[in-house]
């Protein structure tokens, strides 16, 4: 048997789910009620309701704290997914950006089926600059997931995350000859040209292309 508020909030719960299609949190259901006229006093109080809900195995919270309902199966989606680490912004041109383990700007929550032969402990996604990529389906502001590698690796005709020299690019990596590493774009842009490097420069391989996340489809 539910409180009344513990019903409120329940209703609350499964209307965001429906009209808006995501999970809330705690904060973002009391928001909602306030949106709507009822008045359920502080966000403390909202919280203590949702976790008596938790306890009555009505929903469960992940580790961001977002909502989901187990009696519309709605738990199941939680149990499919899993989170990766969003690094700085690489641009898709220059290499003008920051991609590196100091520069986590969030994370993104990902369904294991869209990656069922990767490690997602590898797995990171880096947020893209410009157009230089293009032609890979890789538009300025998508979200890029890369899959770190392991010693040994083969990048030649890869799309990689480079960091050259603290700066962060995506391109596709072709070893040439004389020792010598090219970065190519792949765009419909005639602006963008290869970055031509030496073997023994200052380059790290941060990863290896493995998906694009359009921009409009990712929620943070």
Known sequence: MLTVKQNTIL??????????????TAYKVHKYLEEEGVKMGSLKGTVQVVEALEKKDIL???GD????????????????????????????GEALAYADDNNVDGYLQISKSLFRKNDPARLFAVKSLGDSMDKED????????????????DFNDQIVVAVINGMATIKKYKKLKHG???????????????IYLDESDNILIAGIFRKVLPVEFVSL
């Open 138 to 153: 890789i538009n300025d502001g998508d979200y890029a997931v890369f899959e770190k590698c392991e010693q040994n690796c």
């Open 65 to 92: 704290k977002k909502i989901y309902l187990i009696e519309n199966n709605n738990y199941s989606n939680l149990k499919n997914i899993f989170t990766i680490p969003m690094y700085g912004l690489a641009s898709c």
């Open 11 to 24: 209703e609350a719960i499964r209307e965001i789910i429906e009209k808006r299609g995501e999970n809330p």
């Open 180 to 194: 010598i590493i090219g970065l190519f774009p792949h765009s419909t842009n005639p602006i963008h040209q290869p």
């Open 60 to 62: 469960k919270r992940d």
